[in-house]
């Protein structure tokens, strides 16, 4: 299986969408990844037990500052929100220089993604979403189901691919998104995330939750490529202002805030980082 004899390579453990270190959502990140096979990576993701672990190798696209693969424990991802923002924040730190002012460009299977810096924060520029648009009535009863609501509570329903397959639900507030009691049988294999305005002054404008089904069906604590989907189907349809700040992980025991904004044509999606654990590890 190895490709190489194991070696030791700098490692980072990152906290990812929330100013309070580990409040938010941790990244294992391996930051030199060289020679490492698929099938080490994805058994090193594996065993972090963490959603997602990355691994940074130098770009193959000369326009790329470094190129990121993304592993869950089980399968690897063409494109993720909170592992491009914390494998942004350890390529900084670990003394990456951007070819171009102002932000860095990173590489992954869904293509190029652009990061900036904003006061510190860095933020992606919502990739292009690859399926969208209303779901059936069969996946919205469903969805119903899944989430113990009758069909007239659901505002709206719609796919939001950007590589994980998304589907948004919308619901009438940000009280609703925290009682909700999701039913992870009736929910089969629907990644669901579901968002509702604040309704009073929460210091955020809407509440999120993100529900993943499987064998270890979980709720993740913080979602940047679902805050990616909904940012643009929110603002699009203008039901969430060009400016927003979404609290996420609230009901796990999380700080996360996810802050958009919409600038020209994209969509930024930011969020703070924290590095807590620095070492290497032999793999």
């Known amino acids: 299986m190895t490709s190489e004899a194991p070696r030791s ?15 938010g959502n941790p990244l294992a990140v391996v930051v030199d990844g060289e020679g490492m096979t698929a099938e ?7 065993w972090t037990n ?21 592993f869950t424990g089980n399968e690897e991802f063409p494109f993720a929100g909170h592992p491009t923002l914390g494998s942004a924040h350890t390529w900084l730190e670990s003394g990456g220089m951007p070819q171009s002012d102002g932000f860095l460009v990173q ?17 992606f520029a919502a990739p292009p979403l690859t399926r969208f648009g209303p779901v059936d009535e069969s996946l919205r009863r469903q969805i119903g189901a899944s989430l113990g609501l009758p069909d007239a509570e659901l505002l709206d329903a719609s796919w939001l691919v950007n590589g994980p397959e998304w589907i948004g639900v919308l ?25 509702g305005p604040e309704q009073g002054p929460a210091g955020t404008d809407f509440e999120v939750r993100t529900f993943i089904p499987g064998d ?20 699009g349809s203008g039901r969430a202002p060009k ?25 930024w999606i930011g969020g703070d980082s924290t590095t807590c654990i620095r070492g290497s590890v032999l793999v």
């Not at 940000?174 to 968002?195: C, E, H, T, Y």
């Open 243 to 267: 400016q927003y700040v979404a609290a996420q992980g609230t009901m796990l025991g999380r700080a996360g805030r996810v802050h958009i904004s919409a600038e020209g044509g994209d969509i």
């Open 216 to 235: 270890a069906a979980l709720e993740d604590p913080v979602t940047g490529s679902f805050n990616a989907g909904a940012a643009q189907w929110l603002i």
């Open 171 to 195: 619901l009438r507030s940000a009280q609703q998104v925290r009682a909700l009691k999701p039913d992870f049988v009736a929910m089969g294999s629907l990644k669901l995330g579901v968002i």
């Open 40 to 46: 080490q990576m994805q058994q090193f993701a594996n």
């Open 50 to 70: 963490l959603s997602e672990t990355t691994f940074l190798l130098p770009p193959t696209d000369s326009r790329a500052d470094y190129r990121v693969r993304i």
């Open 107 to 123: 590489e992954c299977a869904a293509g190029l993604v652009r990061v900036k810096s904003d006061d510190g924060r860095l933020a």
């Open 9 to 23: 390579r700098p490692f980072h453990q990152v906290d990812v969408f929330s100013s309070e270190p580990y409040r």
